[in-house]
Nanobody, 111 residues
Framework: QVQLVESGGDLVQAGGSLRLSCKVS????????LGWYRQVPGKQRELVADITSGGSTNYADSVKGRFTISRDNAKDTAYLQMNNLKPEDTAVYYC?????WGQGTQVTVSS
């Protein structure tokens, strides 16, 4: 059974930082491409960042220079380091292996 479990979401003030984690099981993590998406009520889920099995990364323009995606193949875990958070980053953040999705973790940034 494939599981992706996100953690690390919280309430933080603007300018603050958070690190999200995504623990993956049930797939061969090291050969899997992974992504972080976010969604706010009434809007489509949008890509935040993704990382290939080889470590190549891609970011949405809105988070470039502030967010960093990474992976630890030894721990079957992906991360999203979020710095200089803004109120518009408030959303539910989801981890995906592109065949499966996690349940999401809430990030709220207060102004």
């Amino acid at each position: 059974q494939v599981q992706l479990v996100e953690s690390g979401g919280d309430l933080v003030q603007a300018g603050g930082s958070l690190r999200l984690s995504c623990k993956v099981s049930g797939i061969i993590f090291s050969i899997s491409d992974l992504g972080w998406y976010r969604q706010v009520p009434g809007k489509q889920r949008e890509l935040v960042a993704d990382i290939t099995s080889g470590g190549s990364t891609n970011y949405a323009d809105s988070v470039k220079g502030r967010f960093t995606i990474s992976r630890d193949n030894a721990k079957d875990t992906a991360y999203l380091q979020m710095n200089n958070l803004k109120p518009e980053d408030t959303a539910v953040y989801y981890c995906t292996s592109y065949r499966n999705w996690g349940q999401g973790t809430q990030v709220t940034v207060s102004s």
